[in-house]
Structures are given as C-alpha cells and as structure tokens.
C-alpha cells in the first residue's frame, strides 16, 4: 500500500478521521452522500410517479393548458384587463383542481415534499455536527472583544 492509500484508508475508518481532510476530500464525500440520496427509496419513489406523470396524456394537457393560462392572466394585467384576468383565473383554477384531484399527481407532490425534507435532515445533520465541532458565531453575537 502506499502512502496515498495509507492516508485515504485513515481517513475512511470509524470514528474520527485520523488525517486532515482537504476540500478536494470533503467534495469527494458530497459526491458519495448525493448517490446515497439519489438511490434512497424517496427518490425511487417520486422518480416512479414523475414517469407515470410524463406518460400520462390527460395530465400533461392539463400542465400545459395551466401554463398557458398563468401567461395569459399576466398578459391581461399587464393590459389592465382585469375582467378577462378574473376570468381566466376561474379557468385556471378549475384546471388546477382537476389536476389535483388525480391520485399519481398527488404522490409526486408528496415524493417532492419528502425528498425535501430528506435535503432539510442532511443539511440541519451538517450544519448541527460542525457547530458542535467549532465555534460558530451567530448573526446576533457580540463580536469578540480581542482577536488574540
């Protein structure tokens, strides 16, 4: 073994790392957290339902009808036609309630607001762990008195 091989071993085993790990280590790590993200059964989840989503006639229609819709009740603001706004609006919203109420719809919603929530644990898991590691000043902290 070398002493590459040698240092990155170290720094893989249990419990603290014996080396320092530079920015190039800790990107590397990001990488190998991001595939364990993308393969965790939240993703395979709403990956699932995005397919059935795309492959789904009625519901695409619907996506773009909606899209078209939000651009013509901007373009009719902008003219100061508030009348055809109102209108387009209740269009707009009869779509949207039809698009919600089909059940795969209603998974990929919820896949996307479980991933996030995964997204959220990771971040809050990193962010507690390094400052329980270093002193990390807050926003509202008096700044120190000395700097050495």
């Known amino acids: ?28 790590k990001t990488r190998e957290l991001a595939g364990l993200i993308s393969s965790s059964e939240e993703v395979r989840i709403f990956q699932q339902a995005e397919r059935q989503i795309q ?21 009719f603001e902008a003219m100061k036609n508030a009348k055809m706004a109102a209108m387009i609006e209740v269009e707009l919203s009869e779509l949207q ?4 109420g089909i059940p795969i719809v209603g998974d990929y ?23 329980e590691k270093i002193a990390v000043e807050k926003g509202a902290d008096a700044p120190p008195s000395s700097c050495g």
């Not at 170290?10 to 419990?15: H, I, N």
């Not at 492959?55 to 373009?75: D, F, M, N, P, S």
């Not at 309630?97 to 919600?100: A, G």
């Open 109 to 131: 919603q919820e896949g996307q607001v479980e991933i996030n929530d995964l997204l959220q644990m990771v971040i809050s898991a990193i962010h507690t762990t390094v400052s």
């Open 55 to 75: 492959g789904h006639e009625r519901i695409q229609y619907l996506i773009t009808t909606i899209k078209k819709k939000q651009k013509e009740i901007v373009a």
């Open 97 to 100: 309630d039809e698009l919600d």
């Open 1 to 28: 073994m070398d002493i590459q091989q040698n240092k990155d071993s170290e720094k893989m085993s249990v419990g603290a790392p014996v080396g320092v790990w530079n920015r190039s280590d800790i990107v590397n």
